[in-house]
């Protein structure tokens, strides 16, 4: 009896490529670093962050806030996903609603609330429409 693989070896080099494109695609375009506090606000700049969904996966990756005349822009370039956000100060919390521009597991949509700790880095929870529970993310300035 002859046994075929459940995977062809052209499929499986080629969802490598793929991941592997997304992966560059997204080192290559992501935004220049700004310094945290260059400008005096502390919520603007790079964030590496590392994060565990509602769903308690793990993932890592980078945050950009950047200052609008109407509040925050906010781009996540996370593993396997790229969002953007708009977000707003309320007391001394950053709050956000987020959708994925370029998802591995589909298209979601989603809400984030960020405190900054006395050491400049940034505490947070996510959720995703649709999902019981929220999860956590935390990031350090990229400077």
């Known amino acids: 009896m002859v046994t075929r693989p459940l995977v062809s070896r052209n499929a499986l080099i080629a969802g490598v490529v793929i991941v592997a494109s997304i992966v560059a695609l997204a080192f290559f375009t992501a935004p220049n670093p700004t310094a945290p506090d260059d400008d005096g606000d502390p919520w603007t700049g790079r964030w590496l962050i590392n994060g565990q969904s509602a769903q308690d996966t793990e993932y890592s990756g980078s945050l950009t806030i950047r ?10 370039l996370v593993t396997g996903d790229i969002a953007l956000g708009e977000g707003r100060v309320v007391g001394s919390r950053l709050e ?10 589909g298209e979601a949509t989603g809400s984030a609330v960020y405190t900054v700790d006395a050491d400049g880095s940034i505490i947070g929870s996510r959720t995703i429409d649709g999902v019981d529970g929220e999860g956590t993310e935390e990031g350090e300035p990229a400077g």
Do not use: F
Request: zero cysteines; charged letters at 15%; hydrophobic letters at 30%.
């Open 67 to 76: 200052r609008t005349s109407n509040g925050y822009d906010l781009q996540w």
């Open 96 to 105: 956000a609603s987020w959708r994925s521009t370029s998802a591995i597991s």
